[in-house]
């Protein structure tokens, strides 16, 4: 069981590793979007 338990941690964290990149692609697209908004208001 242990050793199951190790493997999905290890395949959890490939997978927030791999996505992450997208994750803050994304937050950096709405602060520059709400950026966009403030100097146009």
Do not use: C, F, T
């Amino acid at each position: 069981m242990e050793k199951i338990n190790k493997h999905n941690l290890v395949g959890i964290r490939d997978l927030v590793e791999r996505q992450y990149p997208g994750v803050q692609r994304n937050h950096d697209q709405d602060k520059a979007l709400r950026n966009q908004a403030r100097a146009r208001s």
